[in-house]
């Protein structure tokens, strides 16, 4: 990902009602809370940050306790490619998991839970940046990814797994695993159900749609009779 310094480098953390913002300072490379703005107010307030395409925006990304995407996970990464396609700068995901109860457990005894519940949004803000700039090999890029249009007819397959990429295409008897967060979201947008874990899937596909960069990563426990590469 190259260096950080010398970015304008946020952490959101993105609520259907409001968002917490937190910055990097560069001088002492700490991530402070900035502050707390309506949602609805998130696109406007980015851009008068007078971001460039360089800089960083690191969004929390809502994924259950199990491991799924979800509704919210929807809602942050649509507001996420929102902000990329107005303003340009890079955006990526960290796993938000945990961050609220990691933020009470860090202040416990020192803080009132009140007072930590008024400004959560902000802390949480700060937690995702930290998680960020301790582990940036852990964080997810937002980038578009390429729709492959499929002509082929594919009737005669029983089941089918697609496995991390975008087709236009309704099957049946399909299932989707999307790890990518675009791909999760295109998926979503359209009515599509995916999931994020191998043990959601069956044990068999008579076809496997991926890419060739994914070959490799589809699980061994997996059985397929037919693989396709896009």
Request: with cysteine; proline share 3%.
């Amino acid at each position: 990902m190259g260096t950080i310094k010398n970015l304008k480098i946020y952490g959101i953390d993105y609520g259907t009602r409001k968002c917490g913002i937190a910055f990097l300072k560069q001088d002492i490379n700490i991530p402070l809370p900035k502050e707390t703005i309506p949602s609805e107010k998130l696109l406007e307030y980015l851009v008068s940050l007078d971001l460039n395409h360089d800089d960083l925006i690191v969004f929390g990304l809502p994924i259950s306790m199990s491991g799924r995407y979800s509704k919210q996970s929807f809602l942050s990464i649509d507001e996420a490619i929102k902000i990329k396609e107005r303003i340009g700068c890079k955006i990526y995901f960290v796993d938000e998991r945990l961050t609220t109860s990691s933020l009470y457990s860090e202040v416990k005894g020192q803080v009132s839970y009140k007072k930590v519940k008024r400004t959560k949004d902000q802390n949480s803000s700060v937690l995702i940046l930290s998680n960020f700039i301790q582990s940036p090999g852990n964080a997810i890029a937002l980038e578009e990814r390429e729709v492959y249009n499929l002509k082929k007819d594919f009737s005669n397959y029983k089941d089918i797994l697609i496995w991390d990429v975008p087709v236009n295409k309704e099957f049946e008897n399909v299932s989707i695993f999307a790890k990518d967060p675009w791909i999760f979201w295109h998926y979503y947008k359209k009515g599509f159900e995916s999931t994020t874990l191998i043990s959601d899937l069956k044990d068999y596909y008579d076809l496997i749609i991926t890419t060739k960069e994914n070959r490799e990563k589809i699980q061994v426990n997996i059985d397929y009779n037919e693989l396709m590469c896009l």
